[in-house]
């Protein structure tokens, strides 16, 4: 066992320190990093990275607690051993106590040893700072806590089951079992309803200390800081300590009640093996059947047979191994009936919608507000330059409280059908009532029903909107630290002055006031505000020619252009026809109707129906010039529609014109307006020209 | 004094013991016969703690056993198939029965190891079947508890092995009050070692009785009547437990005294007759009428 788990901890942190340091010298070699501050910090980050949160510890740990936990209560499964243990005049609490820390001890020293090994090869190379160790500290708390869960999980199986086929099972199970439960509760509400929201409301595990690691060893493992690490991982010690000692006492009481005679049975306490099977049975079959829903294209004859099949060989399956018997195949068929009446009633709950998820609209006077993410997914950031998701974004910073015209447009979409839109666009709502409970869909709008118009505009228009969805309406703090500003409208790029970074966006939060939907939708930007960030975040601002006080700054500082181009800066002008109508659709399936936006058709492009033409001539680029727009500035706002998709026009510029283009690209991608492409275009790039 | 009272133990919905209640007395053998799966083995758990009874109570010198270090120290339980660590040898068995056991006498041990030819230093994992019994015996008996508690433990042990174990707990009885108890379905090993027997048959105690006692109120009589006639009157109001015939010469099992039958068939007509010893075998046989 000690040589296990030190062989496991020196190839997990010092053959992994010594790969990542064996990296950055290689790098350095190289010459990736300029100065030696860089390196030297490149170096502090490996050794953090190994020996603190390293985020590929997590079966290293899990092997562990397996390996120890089993091994030390192993004499519970053999009634050789049972009878010598207990019969000595040993009491069996300290019996318990001496195994438990004796397993804390194996893997509390090798860790240490290997940390230590780790750390004074890491200080030789001059790679430790207090930051260091701080870190190193706390990833030591981190993993001995996550131990002390799995260690404590597989003591429980230990004493539940009597030999360690079982135990294994046993312990996968409770280590994974909300996970999974979880993950397949959201795959059927995926599966099954229309109006699940796949951004603000997951259902994701609370106890489960395995998805805690998995998921935020990651996010802590790049936080700038150990005071920030700290803080984010404080919590979760806390939990997982409480989740480790609840762990611990049940494990206790179950020790103290195992009988002797379970050594080498399947289950110690055969009561709880019918619970055990209908628990492990409903998942497992219903899991089954909604891969065989996915694979079958969504057939629920299949997939409901599928499941009650493995409801009964699932059932089977368990009474055998309890019993390592073969002929208990049918025994205690009222718990395996209990387990396929549980898989069926689960299915039709979710199949037929029983509880009405999808008619779901709460009353006006139970919301407190509402936060929504309309087609444009913000983008934002904290305090610390670094990204945060449009859900976390808009859940904290959008708060409507004029929430009518949203509950007007979700119960619009259930009396409307998708197929029948104009131009169906999702939107994603987080209900936050009254009551404190927060409730998340997803629903189609239509922004080609004029209807619709006013409602949106009654959202898009409202300064919980504006604030929620664009970081300049509401960030005091980010735009004075701007580090590179540009203003582009496709072709041209000019680099405006850092220092007027707030500057700009008072200007530009002026010029927002009068931002709704209709003038997004009806307007299409003249250019783009690029700013960036430390910490290598940037985002883009549309500008439209109605924001007079951006455009008057942009004007001050020549860096607006008209988006239309001068034919004299153009050398050459590439209009490529893809034939769309010749190109074979391809439909691909989804079986999640809550994305189905998914499902739009893709074409298989048949290269000999694409056609590519080159105009040279100023008569042809003052013909092409006035009817194309920049796929740059392209927004979501607009009927997709609006520009032809059938075409791709590239356009080459002149090397020596005095016009500001971006020089990095040479050449810049535009679409027609759609019903507006030349005449001479379309017969050039004709198949049969 | 092992006192069982109403002891029940059921595995799987089978009554392994049923209401078994026996009192071992110190300082004497205790042999617990019986047939195969009659309970024996796990009356022995019981009485050692290492399972908890169903209902029903054991007590080891008026102490509860289940859970109860005080109680086990008392007591030695060699299990049928005795556990030695992996890779171990009889030192450092030694090494860990002298931790548990306070009053273990590691120079009697290394002593009886050596008149036993058993290597202290040789992996267990060497020995013959018998020699881990005999070293699990010695382990048991050097442990000095009140009680050892021997499954099946003298099967496999070879005859000049088993009078030396017998020699030493004869001598360990008369030192210190060793009391051993025998679980057993080889009779014949416990009938010259045994002083009071427990026949258990079925989860049940059948008797529990002093040999010498037991073999006093049964007895088998061989003879030859000079009538039908006289047969019955012999045996009117004897219980037979058991009755074979060959030719005219008839064999009985009478549950009686040697005194009362020989009164009885003194009054009958007989060709012969005659009152043979009895084996704890033919005891058990007759008691149980398992007769093969």
């Given at each position: 066992?000690?040589?296990?788990?030190?062989?496991?901890?020196?190839?997990?942190?010092?053959?992994?320190?010594?790969?990542?340091?064996?990296?950055?010298?290689?790098?350095?070699?190289?010459?990736?990093?300029?100065?030696?501050?860089?390196?030297?910090?490149?170096?502090?980050?490996?050794?953090?990275?190994?020996?603190?949160?390293?985020?590929?510890?997590?079966?290293?740990?899990?092997?562990?607690?397996?390996?120890?936990?089993?091994?030390?209560?192993?004499?519970?499964?053999?009634?050789?051993?049972?009878?010598?243990?207990?019969?000595?005049?040993?009491?069996?609490?300290?019996?318990?106590?001496?195994?438990?820390?004796?397993?804390?001890?194996?893997?509390?020293?090798?860790?240490?040893?290997?940390?230590?090994?780790?750390?004074?090869?890491?200080?030789?190379?001059?790679?430790?700072?207090?930051?260091?160790?701080?870190?190193?500290?706390?990833?030591?708390?981190?993993?001995?806590?996550?131990?002390?869960?799995?260690?404590?999980?597989?003591?429980?199986?230990?004493?539940?089951?009597?030999?360690?086929?079982?135990?294994?099972?046993?312990?996968?199970?409770?280590?994974?079992?909300?996970?999974?439960?979880?993950?397949?509760?959201?795959?059927?509400?995926?599966?099954?309803?229309?109006?699940?929201?796949?951004?603000?409301?997951?259902?994701?595990?609370?106890?489960?200390?395995?998805?805690?690691?998995?998921?935020?060893?990651?996010?802590?493992?790049?936080?700038?800081?150990?005071?920030?690490?700290?803080?984010?991982?404080?919590?979760?010690?806390?939990?997982?300590?409480?989740?480790?000692?609840?762990?611990?006492?049940?494990?206790?009481?179950?020790?103290?009640?195992?009988?002797?005679?379970?050594?080498?049975?399947?289950?110690?306490?055969?009561?709880?093996?019918?619970?055990?099977?209908?628990?492990?049975?409903?998942?497992?079959?219903?899991?089954?059947?909604?891969?065989?829903?996915?694979?079958?294209?969504?057939?629920?004859?299949?997939?409901?047979?599928?499941?009650?099949?493995?409801?009964?060989?699932?059932?089977?399956?368990?009474?055998?191994?309890?019993?390592?018997?073969?002929?208990?195949?049918?025994?205690?068929?009222?718990?395996?009936?209990?387990?396929?009446?549980?898989?069926?009633?689960?299915?039709?709950?979710?199949?037929?919608?029983?509880?009405?998820?999808?008619?779901?609209?709460?009353?006006?006077?139970?919301?407190?507000?509402?936060?929504?993410?309309?087609?444009?997914?913000?983008?934002?950031?904290?305090?610390?330059?670094?990204?945060?998701?449009?859900?976390?974004?808009?859940?904290?910073?959008?708060?409507?409280?004029?929430?009518?015209?949203?509950?007007?447009?979700?119960?619009?979409?259930?009396?409307?059908?998708?197929?029948?839109?104009?131009?169906?666009?999702?939107?994603?709502?987080?209900?936050?009532?009254?009551?404190?409970?927060?409730?998340?869909?997803?629903?189609?709008?239509?922004?080609?029903?004029?209807?619709?118009?006013?409602?949106?505009?009654?959202?898009?228009?409202?300064?919980?909107?504006?604030?929620?969805?664009?970081?300049?309406?509401?960030?005091?703090?980010?735009?004075?630290?701007?580090?590179?500003?540009?203003?582009?409208?496709?072709?041209?790029?000019?680099?405006?002055?850092?220092?007027?970074?707030?500057?700009?966006?008072e200007a530009y939060v002026k010029d927002m006031e009068q931002f709704d939907f209709t003038l997004a939708r009806k307007n299409r930007p003249c250019g783009e505000i690029w700013i960036q960030f430390p910490n290598w975040i940037n985002c883009s601002l549309s500008v439209y020619e109605s924001f007079e006080n951006t455009l008057a700054y942009l004007k001050s500082q020549d860096a607006y252009y008209p988006l239309q181009l001068n034919p004299e800066d153009i050398d050459c002008i590439t209009v490529t026809n893809y034939h769309n109508e010749l190109q074979e659709p391809e439909q691909g399936y989804v079986d999640e109707p809550a994305m189905a936006y998914a499902t739009a058709v893709?074409?298989?492009?048949?290269?000999?129906?694409?056609?590519?033409?080159?105009?040279?001539?100023?008569?042809?680029?003052?013909?092409?010039?006035?009817?194309?727009?920049?796929?740059?500035?392209?927004?979501?706002?607009?009927?997709?529609?609006?520009?032809?998709?059938?075409?791709?026009?590239?356009?080459?510029?002149?090397?020596?014109?005095?016009?500001?283009?971006?020089?990095?690209?040479?050449?810049?991608?535009?679409?027609?307006?759609?019903?507006?492409?030349?005449?001479?275009?379309?017969?050039?790039?004709?198949?049969?020209? | 004094?092992?006192?069982?009272?109403?002891?029940?133990?059921?595995?799987?919905?089978?009554?392994?013991?049923?209401?078994?209640?026996?009192?071992?007395k110190n300082n004497t053998v205790f042999g617990l016969i019986g047939t195969n799966g009659a309970g024996k083995s796990t009356v022995l758990r019981m009485i050692s703690g290492v399972l908890k009874p169903d209902s029903g109570t054991v007590t080891v010198d008026n102490m509860p056993v289940y859970d109860n270090v005080e109680a086990k120290k008392k007591l030695f339980f060699i299990a049928d198939e005795p556990y030695f660590f992996a890779n171990s040898n009889a030192k450092a068995m030694e090494k860990y029965y002298s931790g548990v056991y306070e009053n273990f006498n590691r120079g009697e041990f290394y002593k009886y190891l050596d008149s036993f030819n058993l290597d202290k230093?040789?992996?267990?994992?060497?020995?013959?079947?018998?020699?881990?019994?005999?070293?699990?015996?010695?382990?048991?008996?050097?442990?000095?508890?009140?009680?050892?508690?021997?499954?099946?433990?003298?099967?496999?042990?070879?005859?000049?092995?088993?009078?030396?174990?017998?020699?030493?707990?004869?001598?360990?009885?008369?030192?210190?009050?060793?009391?051993?108890?025998?679980?057993?379905?080889?009779?014949?090993?416990?009938?010259?070692?045994?002083?009071?027997?427990?026949?258990?048959?079925?989860?049940?105690?059948?008797?529990?009785?002093?040999?010498?006692?037991?073999?006093?109120?049964?007895?088998?009589?061989?003879?030859?009547?000079?009538?039908?006639?006289?047969?019955?009157?012999?045996?009117?109001?004897?219980?037979?437990?058991?009755?074979?015939?060959?030719?005219?010469?008839?064999?009985?099992?009478?549950?009686?005294?040697?005194?009362?039958?020989?009164?009885?068939?003194?009054?009958?007509?007989?060709?012969?007759?005659?009152?043979?010893?009895?084996?704890?075998?033919?005891?058990?046989?007759?008691?149980?009428?398992?007769?093969?």
């Amino acid at each position: 066992m000690w040589i296990i788990a030190v062989l496991v901890h020196i190839a997990s942190y010092v053959g992994v320190l010594t790969v990542y340091m064996s990296r950055i010298r290689l790098w350095n070699a190289e010459g990736v990093y300029k100065t030696a501050q860089e390196y030297r910090s490149a170096l502090f980050q490996a050794v953090q990275d190994a020996l603190g949160f390293q985020d590929n510890l997590l079966p290293v740990i899990l092997g562990l607690a397996l390996v120890i936990g089993m091994q030390g209560f192993s004499y519970l499964y053999d009634r050789k051993k049972v009878d010598m243990y207990h019969s000595v005049p040993v009491d069996r609490n300290k019996r318990f106590l001496t195994i438990y820390i004796n397993g804390i001890i194996i893997y509390l020293t090798t860790t240490l040893v290997s940390l230590l090994i780790g750390t004074a090869s890491a200080a030789v190379q001059r790679a430790v700072n207090g930051e260091v160790l701080t870190v190193i500290g706390l990833g030591l708390v981190w993993n001995l806590l996550m131990f002390l869960v799995m260690y404590h999980t597989v003591i429980l199986a230990v004493m539940l089951t009597g030999n360690r086929f079982i135990t294994l099972f046993a312990a996968g199970i409770f280590a994974f079992y909300e996970m999974m439960l979880y993950s397949l509760i959201n795959k059927m509400q995926f599966a099954f309803f229309e109006t699940k929201d796949n951004m603000y409301v997951s259902h994701e595990p609370k106890l489960s200390a395995v998805s805690d690691y998995a998921v935020h060893t990651f996010e802590i493992k790049y936080m700038e800081d150990a005071r920030q690490m700290a803080e984010t991982a404080l919590p979760f010690y806390g939990k997982w300590f409480v989740l480790a000692l609840a762990l611990l006492a049940v494990s206790w009481l179950c020790y103290r009640r195992r009988p002797s005679e379970a050594a080498g049975k399947a289950l110690a306490f055969p009561v709880t093996g019918s619970a055990a099977k209908v628990l492990v049975v409903i998942p497992a079959a219903i899991g089954l059947g909604m891969w065989v829903y996915g694979a079958g294209y969504g057939d629920t004859m299949l997939t409901i047979v599928t499941m009650v099949a493995g409801g009964v060989v699932g059932s089977a399956v368990m009474e055998v191994m309890y019993d390592f018997d073969l002929k208990s195949l049918y025994r205690h068929l009222l718990s395996s009936g209990v387990a396929v009446a549980g898989i069926v009633v689960i299915f039709f709950i979710f199949k037929a919608d029983l509880f009405g998820y999808d008619k779901y609209v709460p009353l006006e006077d139970k919301v407190e507000s509402v936060a929504l993410v309309l087609n444009y997914y913000p983008e934002a950031w904290n305090e610390e330059f670094n990204y945060i998701s449009g859900a976390e974004s808009t859940g904290e910073y959008m708060h409507l409280v004029n929430v009518k015209p949203v509950l007007a447009l979700a119960a619009k979409a259930q009396q409307e059908n998708m197929e029948d839109m104009e131009d169906p666009r999702t939107m994603n709502v987080l209900y936050r009532l009254k009551s404190g409970r927060k409730v998340g869909r997803r629903f189609y709008v239509d922004y080609g029903n004029p209807v619709n118009e006013e409602l949106l505009n009654q959202i898009v228009g409202t300064k919980e909107y504006k604030e929620g969805t664009y970081q300049i309406m509401r960030d005091q703090h980010s735009f004075g630290q701007a580090q590179k500003l540009t203003y582009s409208n496709g072709a041209t790029e000019v680099v405006l002055p850092v220092e007027d970074g707030t500057k700009l966006q008072e200007a530009y939060v002026k010029d927002m006031e009068q931002f709704d939907f209709t003038l997004a939708r009806k307007n299409r930007p003249c250019g783009e505000i690029w700013i960036q960030f430390p910490n290598w975040i940037n985002c883009s601002l549309s500008v439209y020619e109605s924001f007079e006080n951006t455009l008057a700054y942009l004007k001050s500082q020549d860096a607006y252009y008209p988006l239309q181009l001068n034919p004299e800066d153009i050398d050459c002008i590439t209009v490529t026809n893809y034939h769309n109508e010749l190109q074979e659709p391809e439909q691909g399936y989804v079986d999640e109707p809550a994305m189905a936006y998914a499902t739009a058709v893709q074409l298989t492009y048949d290269e000999s129906n694409v056609v590519s033409e080159n105009f040279y001539e100023q008569e042809e680029f003052e013909k092409i010039l006035p009817v194309i727009y920049p796929n740059f500035l392209s927004e979501s706002w607009h009927d997709y529609e609006e520009v032809d998709n059938h075409y791709d026009i590239y356009i080459t510029f002149k090397k020596d014109t005095a016009y500001p283009y971006n020089r990095s690209n040479y050449g810049f991608n535009y679409q027609f307006y759609t019903g507006q492409v030349p005449e001479f275009v379309t017969q050039a790039t004709a198949l049969d020209k | 004094m092992i006192e069982i009272h109403s002891l029940t133990k059921t595995f799987d919905k089978i009554k392994a013991v049923d209401e078994v209640s026996v009192t071992i007395k110190n300082n004497t053998v205790f042999g617990l016969i019986g047939t195969n799966g009659a309970g024996k083995s796990t009356v022995l758990r019981m009485i050692s703690g290492v399972l908890k009874p169903d209902s029903g109570t054991v007590t080891v010198d008026n102490m509860p056993v289940y859970d109860n270090v005080e109680a086990k120290k008392k007591l030695f339980f060699i299990a049928d198939e005795p556990y030695f660590f992996a890779n171990s040898n009889a030192k450092a068995m030694e090494k860990y029965y002298s931790g548990v056991y306070e009053n273990f006498n590691r120079g009697e041990f290394y002593k009886y190891l050596d008149s036993f030819n058993l290597d202290k230093n040789r992996k267990i994992g060497t020995f013959s079947k018998g020699m881990k019994k005999q070293l699990a015996l010695l382990l048991g008996i050097c442990a000095y508890t009140d009680y050892i508690l021997c499954d099946e433990t003298f099967d496999g042990l070879d005859p000049v092995m088993r009078q030396g174990i017998k020699s030493i707990f004869a001598k360990e009885m008369e030192e210190r009050g060793l009391t051993p108890v025998i679980a057993s379905h080889n009779l014949r090993e416990l009938e010259d070692i045994c002083d009071h027997v427990g026949l258990l048959h079925k989860g049940g105690v059948l008797l529990s009785k002093d040999l010498e006692d037991m073999k006093c109120s049964i007895q088998k009589i061989q003879c030859v009547f000079t009538s039908v006639e006289e047969e019955l009157k012999a045996l009117s109001g004897l219980e037979v437990l058991r009755k074979e015939q060959r030719g005219s010469l008839r064999t009985f099992t009478v549950r009686s005294t040697r005194e009362e039958v020989a009164a009885r068939f003194a009054t009958v007509d007989t060709i012969f007759y005659e009152v043979l010893p009895l084996s704890l075998e033919e005891i058990f046989i007759s008691e149980t009428g398992l007769a093969v």
